[in-house]
């Protein structure tokens, strides 16, 4: 789960810092990929840490509510990225329906 925590920190630096700072580095399907990766990864350590850890009765043990509460946040930040990943796929697809380049600049053909 810390590498899922730096990996999201690292991806959302890019989502958030590159459009505004480097436009000339964003990229519309790195950014999918990007969310698509970090929601797969969360997802797979969310699982793992239940699998492994978590105990739903704990009886008061503070590591195991901890452990509990670690797998709850992932689940949340896995369906939080899954939605970002909905969303910006569809922007994708949204964007590579219409054209790309204006009727002006397309060159002239002479018949």
Same mark, same amino acid.
């Given at each position: 789960m810390l590498f899922n925590s730096i990996?999201? /920190?690292?991806? #959302?630096?890019?989502?958030? /810092?590159?459009? #505004?700072y480097f436009p000339r580095f964003f990229h519309r399907l790195v950014a999918l990929g990007l969310e698509a990766v970090t929601s797969l990864f969360w997802f797979a350590g969310s699982i793992a840490l239940a699998a492994g850890w978590a105990n739903p009765r704990c009886g008061g043990n503070n590591y195991c509510g901890s452990v509990n509460a670690a797998?709850?946040?992932?689940?949340?930040?896995w369906a939080l990225f899954t939605f970002f990943a909905i969303l910006s796929a569809r922007e994708v697809l949204r964007s590579r329906r219409g054209s790309t380049t204006s009727p002006a600049a397309k060159p002239y053909v002479a018949a």
């Open positions: 990996f999201s /920190l690292l991806v #959302l630096a890019y989502l958030a /810092l590159t459009p #505004l797998v709850a946040f992932g689940f949340f930040l």
